[in-house]
């Protein structure tokens, strides 16, 4: 991974399509690698209305998540 490398490209450089693409590659590539799905339910909770319960645990989170059903008022919130 090349760690040098600018992610926003201004001035007449921005200008170029070649660049433009090149920059949205990389950015796909960064988040394709730090946006896993263990990564979220770590960062992410759930609120359940339905039991009335905040739901943290990551393994449960993961689970609900993978969920081809999906329940209502069930809430993914950012934990910060």
């Known amino acids: 991974m090349h760690r040098n490398r600018k992610l926003v490209i ?11 693409q090149w920059e949205m ?9 730090c946006e ?4 979220l339910s770590l960062i992410y909770e759930v609120i ?3 039991r009335y319960k905040v739901i943290r ?5 993961k689970s609900i998540l993978l969920q081809k059903d999906k329940k ?9």
């Not at 590659?25 to 690698?33: E, P």
């Not at 645990?57 to 989170?61: A, E, Q, R, T, Y």
């Open 10 to 20: 201004v001035g007449e450089a921005a200008r170029s399509g070649v660049n433009r």
């Open 25 to 33: 590659d990389y950015m796909h590539q960064l988040l394709s690698r």
């Open 36 to 39: 896993t799905l263990d990564q």
């Open 48 to 50: 359940d209305l339905n």
């Open 57 to 61: 645990k990551p393994g449960l989170v």
């Open 72 to 80: 209502r008022f069930q809430f993914l919130f950012n934990r910060n």
